[in-house]
């Protein structure tokens, strides 16, 4: 299958899935299992997390603090049962920030479309917009953002094929970002911290890793390797804000 039709394919389940945790719904999050590709999430074109949509909890609670702290394979890329992210601030948009990223290499952002709910009426709607691009036959590097109704951000994620050009470059470029009560310099040493431990566990064991969690300010992030069969190895770094 032709890498572009792929991709559209991945990101529309993807936003579908991203929705839910909104309402307090999310994909179990630190369980093994011999399956588990993720999709694009709303953040990523070709083939970027969250596959398989999230399972609804009603009373369940997930404290952040017990994210692990190595890391650890799960089967389905996403948030822990439970758990709903928040805007990062009211009144900030990212975009900015989202802006520059694509311009310095090269993707076309879409214009944001509002994303319901699914099932209807399950949690609010949100507004989604991403872009990728292809450094070579083959790859591709992608972003993607989430904001409420109100346009304040909840969710970046930046993606890249392993074998991109670029791609270590791209991805310490998207841990930059400057959102209120960042540390870029300090979120780039983490993310060049666990870049080879997940590469090497989602080579050793193939299935997908995710790595420890950082935290700064009013956000958090996490970095995700995936890839079997025809889905070629990805690295997807998302960024969420923390729910007050």
């Known amino acids: 299958?032709?890498?572009?039709?792929?991709?559209?394919?991945?990101?529309?389940?993807?936003?579908?899935a991203l929705v839910l945790p909104l309402a307090g719904c999310s994909s179990s999050h630190h369980t093994t299992s011999a399956a588990g590709t993720p999709s694009p999430a709303a953040s990523a074109p070709l083939s970027s997390p969250t596959s398989g949509e999230p399972s609804p909890s009603a009373s369940a609670s997930f404290d952040l603090?017990?994210?692990?702290?190595?890391?650890i394979n799960v089967d389905e890329p996403g948030f822990p049962k439970g758990y709903s992210y928040g805007v990062l601030k009211r009144n900030y948009t990212g975009t900015d920030f989202i802006d520059a990223l694509a311009r310095q290499w090269h993707i076309s952002l879409a214009a944001r479309k509002k994303l319901a709910a699914i099932p209807?009426?399950?949690?609010?709607?949100?507004w989604h917009a991403a872009g990728t691009t292809h450094p070579s036959s083959g790859t591709e590097l992608w972003v993607a953002g989430l904001?409420?109704?109100?346009?304040?951000?909840e969710y970046l994620?930046?993606?890249?094929?392993?074998?991109?050009?670029?791609?270590?470059a791209f991805l310490r470029a998207c841990a930059r970002f400057d959102h209120p009560g960042s540390d870029p310099a300090a979120a780039v040493r983490w993310l060049d911290g666990v870049t080879d431990?997940?590469?090497r566990k989602h080579r050793k064991d193939h299935l997908t890793v995710d790595s420890p969690l950082y935290?700064?300010?009013?956000?958090?992030?996490?970095?995700?390797e995936y890839g079997k069969g025809s889905i070629p190895?990805?690295?997807?770094?998302?960024?969420?804000g923390l729910k007050t």
Request: hydrophobic content about 45%.
């Open 157 to 168: 994620s930046c993606g890249a094929t392993v074998k991109a050009p670029g791609r270590a």
């Open 197 to 199: 431990p997940v590469d």
């Open 233 to 240: 190895d990805m690295d997807q770094l998302t960024f969420f």
């Open 215 to 224: 935290r700064a300010g009013p956000a958090a992030a996490y970095l995700t």
């Open 120 to 126: 209807k009426g399950s949690g609010p709607a949100v």
């Open 65 to 71: 603090s017990a994210w692990p702290t190595a890391p």
């Open 1 to 16: 299958m032709h890498l572009t039709a792929l991709h559209h394919r991945r990101l529309a389940a993807a936003m579908v």
């Open 147 to 153: 904001w409420d109704l109100a346009g304040d951000l």
